[in-house]
């Protein structure tokens, strides 16, 4: 039987107004762990930033599971240091029957403890990754991972808001965003808080709020947050330290103790402690793309 069978539609509850998603299973749930989504922008930095959010968890004495969403499995390179397998390539080595695999086949331990997951994807034009996502959800249940775990972090695609890769908003107690201070990036939030906003009339999900991510300010993130209803939980700025960091196959966590370095890894703490006692959900409503560039496009 086809992998694809495994989802079906679900006709009579519609995923949010307008959308075509497949519903998976509803039996494969995360339970016990606080579960977060980061989006953003496509290379506005979401796997350095869930990355070393994961390893600040860790540091507060958590147990964390890392969950890359994206085909290009690189998600968890700076705590495994390397690419590691995608749940996609293991599950096709034993033709697609999951009894044969084993933890340590598809889970790596990273740095200080971290447990890595790298989802992967269908190959290009045939497939959905909501597929990938539940696929990996009900590998780690049926190995009982989930049930040691505190936090989990789903680290997904790019700005891509389709059903599929919306699916980890199925799952998560909180969606992040991360963005710069830039048109581009916060006009990739507002996509994103749409989707987000749809999702939650039928999941738990809700906004927990942005991260200013490679910003010297947030000035135009202020203005935006400001009309929609969103706040900055964190606000990390561009560094050529942190770029450094992912050349070097490193978190920020790992990198020699300058003045500059502290104070993110001090950001990271203070953004995982806030995160872990509990936020109260953001309501917000997304802009008309027409608005958006009233708002920030002009001068």
Known sequence: MAPLDDIRARPTRPDGE????????????????????????????????????????????????????????????????????????????????????????????????VMCVEAGGPPAGTGCGGYVVGQTVKLLKEHHLLEETDIVIFDVLGDVVCGGFAAPLQHADRALIVTANDFDSIYAMNRIVAAIKAKSKNYDVRLGGVIANRSADTDQIDKYNKVVGLKTMAHLPDLDAIRRSRLMKATVFEMDPTPEIVAVQEEYLRLAATLYAGTEPLTADPMKDRDIFELLGFD
């Not at 990355?51 to 968890?57: D, E, G, I, Q, R």
């Not at 969950?67 to 599950?91: E, Q």
């Open 18 to 113: 307008g959308s075509v998603q497949v519903q998976l299973d509803p039996s494969v749930k995360i339970e016990g762990a606080q579960v977060f989504a980061v989006y953003g922008k496509g290379g506005i930095g979401k796997s350095t930033t869930s990355s070393n959010l994961s390893v600040a968890f860790s540091k507060l004495g958590k147990r964390v599971l890392q969950i890359g969403c994206d085909p290009k499995h690189d998600s968890t390179f700076t705590l495994t240091k390397m690419l590691m397998p995608t749940v996609i390539d293991v599950l096709e080595s034993v033709d697609f029957h999951p009894e044969e695999l084993r933890v340590e086949d598809f889970v790596y331990e990273g740095y200080n403890g």
